[in-house]
């Protein structure tokens, strides 16, 4: 079963960062696109970003360009989403998506707070 565990979420003031973590097992890794996902109250959940298997492509939702970046480590099976000058409306619970033979697997998710 393919499991996704993502941590790094927490409360930080507007303009801060934090570093969100994906640790992935039970499929080959490094040749599955991955992504970001994030879902604040009372929203559907939307895509943040996504890289190719290689990490050489990435993409990124028009609200979080050039304030987050995503990146791998295919080495140790993580996806990472580096998330700088923070805003209030960053705030929501953060998934990582894998699909795998036409499967969806989600994470379990990490909260961000971002409040003063």
């Known amino acids: 079963q393919v499991q996704l565990v993502e941590s790094g979420g927490g409360l930080v003031q507007p303009g801060g960062s934090l570093r969100l973590s994906c640790v992935a097992s039970?499929?080959?890794?490094?040749?599955?696109?991955m992504s970001w996902y994030r879902q604040a109250p009372g929203k559907e959940r939307e895509l943040v970003a996504t890289i190719t298997p290689s990490g050489g492509s990435a993409n990124y939702a028009d609200s979080v360009k050039g304030r987050f970046t995503i990146s791998r480590d295919n080495a140790k099976n993580t996806v990472y989403l580096q998330m700088n000058s923070l805003k209030p409306e960053d705030t929501g619970v953060y998934y990582c998506?894998?699909?795998?033979?036409?499967?969806?697997?989600w994470g379990q998710g990490t909260q961000v707070t971002v409040s003063s």
């Open positions: 998506k894998v699909t795998v033979a036409l499967s969806v697997y």
């Open positions: 039970r499929f080959a890794f490094s040749s599955r696109t």
